[in-house]
């Protein structure tokens, strides 16, 4: 069989195992919603346009093609997010896909959504009662970045970590990226700053640390647009020789990989189109069939570098090394 064909067949495979036991357009109790919610906290990040997009397309054809998906983007601001979710109080009961602003912030909108007979389904992050969890193995993202970067360093040297929003995946990459730095004694944590997950912040960030620690030699950064907010504002002050692993798999900084560009060392990539489908068919099962088992899926990363990045599809649909 032709490498295409197999990855083909895989991605096939792939997806009939994710769908439910029979079409979710066959005739049931359940009536299909006309509308249905996106509620995601930063659409100039390429990951949440990517992952929307998926959920749309999926909604389209798993569940009707005359379904509505709003789309709506809080900025990180909980209060914004609070407010959109609410506006869902008088629709009947539909989808409502969430990445929270804060993990534990809307748990009496959830609990009254999911009462009036709403699925709430969180995506990329943990909200405390939503009925399904779908992310990415963030503890593995970080833990798997921090070891490529200490190995990059020969076990030795200044690292320092920027963060972001406290949600739950930032939080899980964070603690990941420490715990498998403690196993290098000679490499120390000196500093760490909030680069607000954007572009502009990581500049900001990252300026801030250089100025604090001139010889710093590696950098964490918990998303790709901050790490490529960091590594400008690196290249800018002279820096070249930094070294910054982080977390998206995002097709800029995989391109960059690709060219060799410094300081960008590694990516661990996520894969939000295959988040979005599995987000609609898991949530549109459990409302068809009435289900309120709480469900937690945990989706695998895939490390790249220099080495493999002229083979990564760019969260197109693609192989999936340990994807089940």
Request: hydrophobic share 45%; proline share 5%; with cysteine.
């Amino acid at each position: 069989m032709r490498p295409e064909a197999a990855r083909l067949m895989k991605f096939l495979l792939v997806w009939l195992a994710l769908l439910p036991a029979s079409s979710p357009l066959m005739a049931d109790d359940t009536p299909v919603p006309e509308r249905m919610a996106v509620l995601v906290n930063d659409l100039g990040n390429d990951y949440f346009q990517v992952l929307s997009q998926s959920i749309r397309q999926t909604a389209l054809l798993r569940i009707s093609p005359d379904i509505r998906v709003t789309v709506m983007s809080s900025g990180y601001d909980i209060e914004r997010q609070r407010s959109q979710l609410n506006q869902w109080l008088e629709h009947e009961p539909t989808l409502i896909i969430l990445t929270a602003a804060d993990p534990n912030a809307f748990i009496a909108e959830i609990s009254t959504l999911q009462r009036l007979g709403h699925i709430v389904i969180a995506v990329d992050v943990e909200a405390v009662g939503a009925l399904i969890t779908v992310t990415s193995d963030n503890w593995d993202a970080g833990y798997q970045s921090c070891l490529a970067l200490a190995r990059a360093l020969r076990a030795n040297g200044k690292i320092a970590l920027l963060d972001g929003p406290p949600v739950s995946s930032i939080m899980e990459r964070s603690d990941g990226c420490e715990d498998a730095l403690s196993y290098f004694p000679y490499i120390e944590i000196v500093d760490r700053e909030n680069g607000g997950a954007s572009f502009v912040g990581g500049i900001e960030a990252m300026s801030r640390l250089l100025s604090r620690n001139r010889e710093l030699d590696g950098v964490f950064s918990i998303n790709d647009p901050t790490a490529l907010g960091a590594s400008a504002a690196a290249m800018m002050q002279g820096k070249s020789s930094l070294l910054i692993a982080s977390i998206d798999g995002s097709p800029a900084v995989v391109e960059a990989l690709r060219s060799g560009e410094p300081p960008l060392l590694t990516t661990a990539a996520q894969f939000p189109r295959y988040m979005g489908e599995r987000a609609v068919v898991l949530g549109w099962q459990a409302m068809r069939e009435h289900r309120q088992d709480q469900q937690l899926h945990r989706m695998p990363v895939q490390m790249i570098s220099s080495d493999n990045a002229s083979l990564f599809c760019q969260w197109q649909y693609c192989e999936v090394e340990g994807f089940d």
